[in-house]
């Protein structure tokens, strides 16, 4: 089994920036992608970014330029470096990490981290 354990949300003021750190553990496949995807309020989840184990990158268009995801392998942590956060990026952030067993595709989650971008 997987766990996914999140850091670093909270309340911010508009312009500012956050951290978030994802840490992974028990028996995951060197080949993966770990990413980070939000939901705010009375929304659906979303594609912030997320990165392969080779080290390729993919960002929602409202986030490129502000966001970087980055991943340490040796520690299987992925962060998220967020700079000039808006108030629409106000959301619960969520962890994932999308790798295959065999053939089958398996998506895990960490619990979520509460960032608040206050005007």
């Known amino acids: 089994q997987v766990q996914l354990v999140e850091s670093g949300g909270g309340l911010v003021q508009v312009g500012g920036s956050l951290r978030l750190s994802c840490a992974a553990s028990?028996?995951?496949?060197?080949?993966?992608?770990m990413g980070w995807y939000r939901q705010a309020p009375g929304k659906q989840r979303e594609l912030v970014a997320r990165?392969?184990?080779?080290?390729?990158?993919n960002y929602a268009e409202s986030v490129k330029g502000r966001f970087t995801i980055s991943r340490d392998n040796a520690k299987n942590t992925v962060y998220l470096q967020m700079n000039s956060l808006e108030p629409e990026d106000t959301a619960v952030y969520y962890c994932?990490?999308?790798?295959?067993?065999?053939?089958?595709?398996?998506?895990?989650w960490g619990k979520g981290t509460l960032v608040i971008v206050s005007s």
């Open positions: 028990g028996s995951i496949f060197s080949l993966n992608a």
């Open positions: 990165i392969i184990s080779g080290g390729g990158t």
């Open positions: 994932n990490l999308h790798e295959y067993r065999g053939l089958y595709p398996m998506d895990y």
